[in-house]
């Protein structure tokens, strides 16, 4: 993600310094600095910032235009399918730089206020005064927005167009930005939806923010108008042809320019998200298991899917606000598409008793979608992390069956990792049923797996060692054998090659990973390579 970022953060620097030096050198805004100071030049270059990254903040949540661009660069190369695999971590980075330019824009324009207040009432040299009390019959060159002995800077700010929208975008601003900390997201899901959709109000205000035209600029600043000598000889404005009257207007308002793009392809992808929503979901299979752990099979028409993607769940019962995220467990070759719940928290306890009134928005890309384009891939599951590798072993398997030329796979290294041993129940089915066939057609090489149960106590120790001679492992029933405790990466990445490792777990196991497929990738071509891949939802 480090190109992205440089990208991105070079252009967030050549804009603010492009716009500062613009107000802060430039003869058009020679008469403005002059009542501001440099504040005018701090107050418009986050301006220039806060446009930019308005119109980026929208695009990494608009989840159905990112799977279309992300299959659409699979000639492109693996980099760019990871950037697109980033979009949450993108869409809070542009919303820290919006919250910083933002607080900047605010402080400068709350000094220009008082510049302005205090230049009104003379408080600084003649230039500001002759400034700030130019006649201006049709109310349209004027410098000083404040026109009024009785205008304070309060008023100022809470009767203008810029003031008011600019009070309203900034709380809806702070609003949205402390109702996502993880803690509000994950305990009070619906607190966190309602704030974060004050964006619909943020964008409004946006618009409108500029047409109040508030910072001015001078229209007649060229020759023959000499600002150097007009400056310190105000009683000639008006009286010599080079020292006319100055007049002043404000710039164009420019942030809908920025804005609307984004928000048509945001309204789009809403509507897209609506119609999927109506749509009939019907179950065709519901299997509740010992470990609590819920699988879903559904059947929607005209629904197509590739593997490791994940769809958006949402139970009008339990919350009409609430979708949650859960990794497809079947192959697209299945006339169903399927997903394993496991009963963690309140939402999905309560989904298990009404799971008919389900709704469904997806299916959207995701890394492991990249699994076949390996030659040998390392999947590496946590928990109930396993989800999207059920899918991949399930559609090379089809594959395999079917004699698919395209498929490229050939090995498999498989970890899974889980704390108690009944997490492992619905799965190891699934790869019993993978081991008999793949040893019937002569393949037992081409998938390894290690499963590594990383708690146990006392008794369940006592069971395995009373049972350590039997074909079968007496936790999984499968022939390779559970290993206790963690896998020690450095040997599991010393015995495999050419590498695509995905990684469906928590952040620290990741973390791990990463490091290893740097450690691990040789830098001769014709040595191992390792690409590390991860799902983010």
Request: proline letters at 4%.
């Amino acid at each position: 993600n480090n190109n992205l970022f440089v990208v991105w953060m070079a252009i967030n620097i050549f804009l603010f310094v492009w716009f500062y030096f613009l107000y802060d050198l430039g003869d058009r805004f020679f008469y403005t600095r002059h009542l501001l100071g440099s504040a005018l030049a701090w107050a418009r270059a986050p301006a220039a910032v806060l446009n930019f990254n308005c119109l980026l903040i929208l695009l990494p949540v608009c989840r159905n235009l990112l799977s279309v661009v992300r299959g659409s660069f699979v000639c492109c190369g693996r980099t760019m399918r990871k950037q697109l695999d980033k979009n949450i971590s993108f869409h809070k980075l542009v919303a820290y730089m919006i919250g910083l330019m933002t607080a900047v824009h605010i402080i400068a324009h709350l000094l220009n206020v008082e510049r302005y207040y205090n230049s009104w009432h003379g408080e600084y040299d003649a230039l500001s005064m002759a400034l700030s009390r130019l006649n201006d019959s049709g109310n349209t060159t004027y410098l000083n927005p404040i026109r009024s002995t009785t205008t304070t800077p309060n008023l100022l700010v809470f009767t203008t167009i810029a003031g008011i929208t600019g009070v309203i975008i900034t709380l809806a601003l702070i609003l949205m930005i402390t109702s996502s900390m993880e803690f509000i997201r994950r305990s009070y899901f619906e607190v966190f939806w309602f704030t974060h959709h004050l964006f619909i109000v943020f964008f409004a205000g946006l618009v409108i923010h500029g047409a109040g035209r508030i910072v001015r600029g001078q229209t007649n600043a060229n020759p023959p108008y000499n600002i150097t000598f007009c400056k310190d000889h105000i009683e000639d404005w008006g009286k010599k042809k080079m020292c006319p009257i100055p007049q002043f207007a404000g710039g164009f308002p420019q942030t809908w320019m920025w804005v609307i793009g984004p928000m048509v392809l945001y309204v789009c992808e809403r509507l897209l998200r609506f119609i999927r929503y109506i749509q009939a979901v019907k179950y065709r299979k519901i299997v509740i298991r010992p470990s609590k752990v819920l699988e879903l099979q559904l059947v929607k028409n005209g629904f197509k899917m590739d593997v490791g993607q994940y769809v958006f769940l949402n139970c009008p019962a339990i919350s009409q606000l609430e979708w949650h995220p859960f990794t497809m467990t079947s192959a697209p070759e299945e006339d169903f598409f399927s997903v394993h719940i496991r009963s963690v928290g309140d939402w999905t306890q309560k989904l298990i008793s009404i799971v008919e009134q389900m709704g469904v928005d997806g299916p959207f890309g995701t890394a492991s979608e990249d699994v076949f384009d390996y030659e040998v891939a390392m999947l590496v599951g946590a928990g109930i992390g396993v989800t999207p590798f059920a899918s991949i072993l399930k559609s090379i398997w089809y594959k395999f069956k079917d004699s698919n030329p395209e498929l490229r796979t050939r090995k498999i290294y498989f970890y899974w990792l889980c704390r108690e041993t009944h997490a492992f129940e619905w799965f190891a089915d699934l790869l019993q049923v993978l081991e008999r066939e793949m040893e019937e057609r002569g393949m037992g090489n081409f998938l390894t797996y290690k499963l590594y149960l990383t708690g146990w106590d006392q008794s369940h120790a006592t069971h395995v060692m009373v049972h350590a001679d039997a074909d079968t492992d007496v936790v999984t029933g499968l022939k390779q054998k559970t290993n206790y405790g963690r896998p020690n990466w450095d040997k599991e990445f010393e015995q495999v090659s050419v590498v695509g490792t995905f990684l469906c777990g928590p952040v620290v196991l990741a973390t791990v990973l990463s490091k290893k497929c740097v450690k691990y990738t040789d830098v001769d071509p014709r040595k191992t390579k390792f690409y590390f891949n991860k799902e983010n939802f």
